[in-house]
Nanobody, 124 residues
Framework: QVQLVESGGGLVQAGASLRLSCAAS????????TGWFRQPPGKEREFVAA????????NYADSVKGRFTISRDNAKTTVFLQMNNLKPEDTAVYYC?????????????????WGQGTQVTVSS
């Protein structure tokens, strides 16, 4: 069983940066593929970024390519999402998810474990 806890969200202006963290307990990210998803207000949950269980093959949604970077620190069992040049349309609750020996999956149903989410609000 893996418990995931996101942090790092907040209220920022357009053009600013934030770094989200996803901390894992009950297991190490070294054996889990990890993804970030987000749910904008009134919309469905959508894929943002993912890496596979070995920390490679990063996969990004077109809307965040070139602005967001997913990375992992195995020693600290933490996955990060560095978000640069934030836009108002990035406003959402951001969730991390994990899958035992998973790939860099973009579909939510591929993941077994989910965090509770962290709110990111970008003002114009």
């Amino acid at each position: 069983q893996v418990q995931l806890v996101e942090s790092g969200g907040g209220l920022v202006q357009a053009g600013a940066s934030l770094r989200l963290s996803c901390a894992a307990s009950g297991g190490a990210f070294s054996t889990h593929g990890t993804g970030w998803f987000r749910q904008p207000p009134g919309k469905e949950r959508e894929f943002v970024a993912a890496i596979n269980w070995s920390g490679g093959s990063p996969n990004y949604a077109d809307s965040v390519k070139g602005r967001f970077t997913i990375s992992r620190d195995n020693a600290k069992t933490t996955v990060f999402l560095q978000m640069n040049n934030l836009k108002p349309e990035d406003t959402a609750v951001y969730y991390c998810a994990a899958k035992y020996y998973g790939g860099s999956y973009s579909r939510a149903y591929e993941y077994d474990y989910w965090g509770q989410g962290t709110q990111v609000t970008v003002s114009s």
